[in-house]
């Protein structure tokens, strides 16, 4: 089991350009979601999947989109970037949101610089 | 507002002796679920330890130990026997009901653990 994989590992954008990170998970979890983590803030949550088919705002979902592709992808998208998304970029899944004791495995993350 | 808050931005400890790791939170939820995350210099979350609002005793996971305190709305971590692949960062989150059908994990801001020899 690969657990949850993103691409790329490293990415510089500059600013305006878009770009896709990708995320997968082979633990069959229903639910899904992106954090970005900036020094001394810990990880906020940009957006999450409850489940396949649907997806919901997290505290920091400004500047990003993302789709839940099918149960194992969700991918998050920058459409212009900004300095200010200079960040890592996080990945997780669950398996079952709504349940208090879920645990979240994490993806090995991106590291994004806006130029 | 559901809110986790660490105050020790930097701790060190010696090889083979117990650390404490603060954390305290804030929830007018009575159901509630508090993790403990370390995160090496590699990078990746590894999940340590998780107690519910209503488990009667404090959960342990091999070294690691979570010192629940409820009335006092703090949950450390305790590990003991310190070795040196513990040096991390060391998150603590929390899940509770407000945050729309226990949802969303909040995370503190983490502390930096170095092990000592």
């Known amino acids: 089991n690969a657990g949850v994989t993103q691409t790329p590992k490293f990415q510089v954008l500059k600013t305006g350009q878009s770009m896709t990170l990708q995320c997968a998970q082979d633990?069959?979890?229903?639910?899904m979601y992106w954090y970005r983590q900036d020094p001394g803030m810990g990880l906020r949550l940009i957006y999450y999947s409850a489940s396949e088919g649907t997806t919901d705002k997290g505290e920091v979902p400004n500047g990003y989109n993302v789709s839940r592709l099918n149960k194992r992808e969700f991918s998050l998208r920058l459409e212009s970037a900004a300095p200010s998304q200079t960040s890592v970029y996080f990945c997780?899944?669950?398996?079952?949101?709504?349940?208090?004791?879920?645990?979240?495995?994490f993806g090995p993350g991106t590291r994004l610089t806006v130029t | 507002a559901q809110k986790i808050t660490q105050t020790q931005p930097g701790m060190f400890v010696q090889e083979k002796e117990a650390v404490t790791l603060d954390c305290t939170y804030d929830t007018s939820d009575p159901s509630y679920g508090l993790f403990w995350y370390k995160q090496p210099s590699s990078g990746e979350m590894i999940f340590l330890i998780y107690?519910?609002?209503?488990?009667?005793q404090n959960a342990t996971e091999g070294r690691y130990s979570l010192n629940f305190q409820k009335a006092r709305k703090s949950a450390n971590l305790v590990i003991s026997a310190s070795q040196l692949g513990d040096s991390a960062m060391y998150f603590c989150a929390m899940r509770d009901a407000n945050s729309g059908g226990y949802q969303k994990v909040t995370f503190g801001t983490g502390t930096k653990l170095q092990v000592i020899p």
């Open positions: 997780a899944s669950s398996e079952a949101m709504g349940h208090l004791g879920d645990e979240q495995y």
């Open positions: 107690q519910g609002s209503y488990d009667q």
């Open positions: 633990m069959n979890h229903n639910s």
